[in-house]
Nanobody
Framework: QVQLMESGGDSVQAGGSLRLSCAVS????????MGWFRQSPGKEREGVAY???????RYADSVKGRFTISKDNAKKTLYLQMDSLKPEDTAMYYC?????????????????WGQGTQVTVSS
């Protein structure tokens, strides 16, 4: 079973930047499909971005042009560079690995999750 550990969350002002990291362990290779999700109090968990082993990348409309997902296979680490942060980006951010043959922003396609890292953006 793959284990995921996020880091990099912090409190920043609007317009600032953060880089989240997700370390992968318990697995020889990076999972073929990995994503970043976020959840605010009282809201459902939503997909932010995903990346596949062949480099296919998709973003939620709300973060396009501001967030960048990437990975380092040698370090078995997934990243999320977040620029031009807005107060509405405030949430707990999770990385996840897909469990089947589909890769999308749908939370139901992911069966391995990290514990999350908190991002707070103040205006």
């Amino acid at each position: 079973q793959v284990q995921l550990m996020e880091s990099g969350g912090d409190s920043v002002q609007a317009g600032g930047s953060l880089r989240l990291s997700c370390a992968v362990s318990g697995y020889t290779y990076m999972p073929w499909c990995m994503g970043w999700f976020r959840q605010s109090p009282g809201k459902e968990r939503e997909g932010v971005a995903y990346i596949t082993d062949t480099g296919v990348i998709r973003y939620a409309d709300s973060v396009k042009g501001r967030f960048t997902i990437s990975k380092d296979n040698a370090k078995k680490t997934l990243y999320l560079q977040m620029d031009s942060l807005k107060p509405e980006d405030t949430a707990m951010y999770y990385c996840a690995a897909a469990g089947g043959s589909m890769c999308s922003l749908n939370v139901r396609q992911y069966n391995s999750w990290g514990q999350g890292t908190q991002v707070t953006v103040s205006s």
